[in-house]
C-alpha cells in the first residue's frame, strides 16, 4: 500500500535530549513537509523539502533539524534548543504538478 | 499575510440533522482550498480541493462550495461515523513556495 509511515506514535524526550522522528512515503512524492500541531491553533510548518538535499525553514523552525538524503525520507530531529516540544507532529508530501498535501498518522511527543 | 478563520469551533448535531461549517480566509492570491477531516489521534485526510469560486465538489454526504471570501461544508443528514474535526486550509505563492495555511478546525460531533 502507497502512504507515508511515520513513527514512532509515541515519543517521550527527557530534558536535554535529542530525538528524531521518523517519516517515510512511498508514494514518489517530490515535497515533503513537517508541520506541529497544538490544541487550538492550526497546524504550523516547521520545514520544507521541495527535492533532494534541499529544504527550507517554515514559520516555527528554530529548535528544531532537518534532513533529506533520499526522496522517500524526510526526519525530523527536536533538539534540546526547543523549550516546548510537547506536540503533535504531522508529516506530509505532496506530488510536484498538484496541489494537495497528505499525511502521515502523527507522532506524539511527551517531555519526561 | 494570509488568514483562515473557522467556525464555529465545536457543533453538536442530531443524527440526521443537516448544518454547514463555515471557513471565511484572506490571502493574496489563492491558488486553492482544502477540506480535511481528522480523527482523535490521526492524521489529516484529505477531502477536497477547491480553486476557484463557485465551484463544487461532492462526496457522500459531504458537499463544499467557495465564494470569493469564504467556503462552506455542507453535511447532509449526517451519521455519527462523521464525528470528526475539520480543517481548512488555503493555499497562496510565498516566497518561491506553495505556502498553506490552515485554521483551527470545526469539531463536529453527531449524536445517534
Known amino acids: 500500500d502507497g502512504g507515508i509511515t511515520q513513527s514512532p506514535k509515541y515519543l517521550f524526550r527527557k530534558e536535554g535530549q535529542n530525538v528524531t522522528l521518523s517519516c517515510e512515503q512511498n508514494?514518489?512524492?517530490?515535497?515533503m513537509y513537517w508541520y506541529r500541531q497544538d490544541p487550538g491553533q492550526g497546524l504550523r510548518l516547521i520545514y520544507y523539502s521541495q527535492i533532494v538535499n534541499d529544504f527550507q525553514k517554515g514559520d516555527i523552525a528554530e529548535g528544531y533539524s532537518v534532513s533529506r538524503e533520499k526522496k522517500e525520507s524526510f526526519p525530523l530531529t527536536v533538539t534540546s534548543a526547543q523549550k516546548n516540544p510537547t506536540a503533535f507532529y504531522l508529516c506530509?508530501?505532496?506530488?510536484?504538478?498538484?496541489?494537495?498535501?497528505?499525511f502521515g498518522a502523527g507522532t506524539r511527543l511527551s517531555v519526561l | 499575510e494570509d488568514q483562515v478563520t473557522q467556525s464555529p469551533e465545536a457543533l453538536r448535531l442530531q443524527e440526521g440533522e443537516s448544518s454547514s461549517l463555515n471557513c471565511s480566509y484572506t490571502?493574496?492570491?489563492?491558488?486553492?482550498l482544502f477540506w480535511y477531516r481528522q480523527d482523535p489521534g490521526k492524521g489529516p485526510e484529505f477531502l477536497f480541493t477547491?480553486?476557484?469560486a463557485g465551484e463544487e465538489k461532492e462526496k457522500e454526504r459531504l458537499k463544499a462550495t467557495l465564494t470569493k471570501k469564504e467556503s462552506f461544508l455542507h453535511i447532509t443528514a449526517p451519521k455519527p461515523e462523521d464525528s470528526a474535526t475539520y480543517l481548512c486550509?488555503?493555499?497562496?505563492?510565498?516566497?518561491?513556495?506553495?505556502?498553506?495555511?490552515f485554521g483551527t478546525g470545526t469539531k463536529l460531533q453527531v449524536i445517534p
Open positions: 508514494l514518489n512524492h517530490d515535497a
Open positions: 490571502v493574496s492570491g489563492l491558488r486553492g
Open positions: 506530509a508530501s505532496r506530488v510536484g504538478g498538484r496541489n494537495i498535501q497528505y
Open positions: 477547491l480553486y476557484s
Open positions: 486550509a488555503v493555499q497562496s505563492p510565498s516566497g518561491g513556495y506553495q505556502k498553506v495555511t
